[in-house]
């Protein structure tokens, strides 16, 4: 009598601080680039005042590199198979849950941004804001929205990845220190975008934290929070668009 085999175990979940998962270069090599990167994008923005070209084009451009970045972290990760179990796969709960979560974290993040938003309103960095440049990357027709979204969808998961996923458990696995390591990994999310202005770090790197709590808490689990990364990009231009209509509107006294 033959027996079928027995299927190999799941790999362990842990939120136990780990062995780094890629090699000290690897990620010293990323942090320089993206930091690079930001202050290029930064450079450009507040010397740029229109935006030329196609938007569909700008997109494409966009998730080229940001799939060609989150190939190259990738390649660097040791075990990559264990990384993305982590990450994607966890029996506790469903897909159905994690959207469900992870429209709750938006909500959470929505609020947090619109508070500290309001607080910047009464200091000097209110000023420093490059609205134009936010502006003119905003979709207008059907196909527009469309490109829109997948370009929320890319960000949503290759920034998660690379942020929540592996600098965040490369951090902790240095510095044995959790929270340090959300908080920096935030702060570096935040700079991430300082072509929106000096106004957008505060509240982005809020956010960053934020989605840096909800993957500790789910002891390594991102399609939450790129779920709450993907409504985050892509309603932000239905609320830019909105805003001159409802302004417009809004009842005088």
């Not at 993206?34 to 740029?48: D, G, K, N």
Request: charged share 10%; net charge positive; proline share 6%.
């Amino acid at each position: 009598m033959q027996y079928a085999p027995t299927p190999p175990p799941p790999l362990p979940v842990s939120d136990a601080p780990n062995e780094p998962i890629a090699h000290w270069t690897h990620t010293l090599s990323l942090i320089v680039f993206l930091l690079v990167s930001a202050s290029f994008a930064h450079e450009r923005a507040t010397t740029t005042t229109t935006s030329t070209g196609s938007p569909l084009l700008r997109y494409i451009s966009t998730m080229t590199l940001e799939w060609l970045l989150l190939g190259s972290v990738i390649a660097g990760i040791y075990h990559r198979r264990a990384f993305f179990f982590k990450a994607f796969v966890h029996r506790e709960r469903s897909w159905a849950e994690s959207l469900g979560l992870g429209a709750a974290v938006y909500c959470i993040g929505f609020i947090v941004i619109a508070i500290i938003g309001s607080a910047l309103y009464f200091t000097p960095l209110f000023h420093h804001r490059n609205e134009d440049v936010v502006l003119a990357m905003l979709p207008h027709t059907l196909f527009q929205f469309l490109g829109w979204f997948l370009v929320s969808l890319t960000a949503g998961i290759c920034e998660e990845v690379i942020f929540r996923g592996y600098l965040l458990q490369q951090l902790i696995a240095w510095t044995r220190r959790p929270i340090l390591s959300i908080l920096a990994t935030g702060a570096l999310f935040g700079c991430l975008h300082l072509y929106e202005g000096l106004a957008a770090i505060v509240p982005l790197a809020a956010l960053g934290i934020l989605f840096g709590f909800v993957v500790r808490q789910m002891k390594g689990d991102l399609r939450a929070v790129i779920v709450a990364h993907t409504l985050q990009d892509f309603l932000v231009a239905l609320i830019a668009l909105a805003r001159p209509f409802l302004l417009r509107h809004q009842p005088h006294p």
